[in-house]
């Protein structure tokens, strides 16, 4: 199964420039067949261009007339939740079997981590890869859910205010939104709660992630093992990801219990402490934007099982 699959990427700023550099030096099953941005001067265009990539700075309208598009089978969107929304309907009009990868808040289609539930959404023409802090988070979560029920999640992302961009900046509210809904649906927990920190440290500090879950009570050691193994197999698309110290445990009993607003207030249970660290591969970002690099590699995990799922059908 020799043949890959073209993909073209609508966004051509750091997370599209990012992204083409991952499926050039890294993909088994897709090429990169056009580069798509709205900005005639920028420099993922004129690095898509030098690398021999079709380019257009026209937008979703210019992918369509490129000669190339009628070969695309699979779209990356690294835009806006706004043109999201917009580039769907465009490009169903002419392609409707196209496979989109939503890398914006638009959340059109299902939420896809692809750890916890990809298998799910093979088949779908639209998936949305949450958040950088849901794809570093809602598989710790996911892991505690497998052990025990989860009656609340919460995440805190730390992120470096360096790579923290403008579309970023303007999507706070969508960013805990998406999250927190995200926690809930994908990672199991009865209710969830996320929170973003932009921090302004120099030099630069890589991506910090810490999670805490309350379940019901349950053994430890089960619980640690399970998040040992979620953390490995997220570890195979992003290197970059690890555990920063081990995880930690505390019983709360009945005499002291938890009042979580918007859950309960004598809550008990097993509570689950999980510090994370995410470096990027610094393919074309900085090492210290692991919130960058962990949605690319997200997004290019996902396209590959689609693709090799789309290949092995099509020769079957």
Do not use: W
């Not at 089960?222 to 570890?235: L, Q």
């Amino acid at each position: 199964m020799a043949k890959k699959l073209k993909a073209a990427i609508i966004g051509s700023g750091n997370i599209g420039t990012d992204l083409m550099i991952k499926i050039m030096r890294h993909s088994e099953h897709l090429e990169v067949g056009a580069m798509v941005g709205i900005d005639v001067a920028s420099d993922g265009l004129a690095r898509a261009a030098r690398m021999g990539v079709a380019t257009t700075h026209e937008g979703v309208d210019g992918l369509t007339r490129l000669p190339v598009f009628r070969d695309i089978d699979i779209v990356f969107d690294a835009t806006s939740a706004a043109a999201h929304v917009r580039n769907d309907a465009f490009l169903r009009q002419l392609k409707p079997d196209v496979r989109l990868i939503d890398l914006t808040p638009a959340a059109i289609g299902p939420y896809c981590v692809p750890v916890v539930n990809l298998d799910a959404h093979i088949d779908a023409r639209n998936v949305n890869m949450v958040t950088c802090g849901g794809q570093a988070t809602i598989p710790i979560v996911a892991a505690v859910s497998r052990v025990a029920r989860v009656h609340y999640g919460e995440i805190i992302a730390s992120i470096s205010s360096k790579s923290a961009g403008p579309g970023t900046r303007a999507n706070i509210d969508e960013f805990t939104e998406t999250t927190s809904k995200a926690i809930e649906q994908i990672g199991g927990a009865a209710k969830g709660k996320a929170i973003i920190v932009l921090n302004p440290a120099e030099p630069p500090l890589i991506m910090r992630d810490t999670v805490y879950c309350l379940s019901e009570p349950a053994d430890e050691d089960a619980v640690a093992r399970s998040i040992d193994d979620m953390v490995m197999a997220v570890n195979r698309y992003v290197p970059g990801y690890r555990l920063k110290q081990k995880v930690q445990f505390d019983r709360i009993e009945g005499h002291a219990p938890l009042n979580i607003p918007g859950v309960g207030a004598r809550m008990t249970g097993l509570k689950t402490s999980v510090f994370l660290e995410v470096e990027g591969a610094a393919h074309y970002l900085p090492s210290y934007a692991g919130n960058l690099d962990i949605m690319t590699s997200a997004a290019m995990a996902c396209a590959e099982r689609m693709a090799a799922e789309m290949l092995a059908n099509a020769t079957a």
